[in-house]
């Protein structure tokens, strides 16, 4: 029997999210800044680093899906960005985290964005949406565009 994309769940596979992914995406806490060697600013390898930071905007953002913060110290080096914060399923990308973001919380998608309306310039993820039940996706949607400021 066929299921609907609302039906495709973690749970449908015997899966539960925060310890499937636990650990799975931590990298190294402060990763190094992609940009900084010369030849990066070219190499294919780094372009999503380049498309990041040429795409960031403001003095506050925030890193939907943050894993442990691999692009922080590229941002914060390579942008006019005074404060980066970050959310992530997994505790143990979100202490990591903590060593190159402002502020990083663990965040359940079942609920809202822990943020005020308005409160960011820019919000980003790179990867996380892939990983995300489509029966969650919209809220995601709303509560990125909730705390966005417009314009």
Sequence with gaps: MKK???EI???FFGIDPTKFYSGKFAGWSSAPD???TPKNQF???YD???FLVSNIAGDRILDIGCGSAPYG???RRNTSVKEIY???LDTVCVDRARVSYDFASVFDLNSGLPFEDDYFDCVFSMD???HIEFRYKDHLLNEIYRVTKKG
């Design 4 to 6: 609907s994309k609302e």
């Design 9 to 11: 769940t973690y749970e």
């Design 48 to 50: 999503r680093a380049r």
């Design 128 to 130: 996380v949406f892939g």
């Design 73 to 75: 110290n590229t941002i």
């Design 34 to 36: 992609y940009l900084a």
């Design 86 to 88: 970050g959310v992530d």
């Design 43 to 45: 190499d294919i390898e």
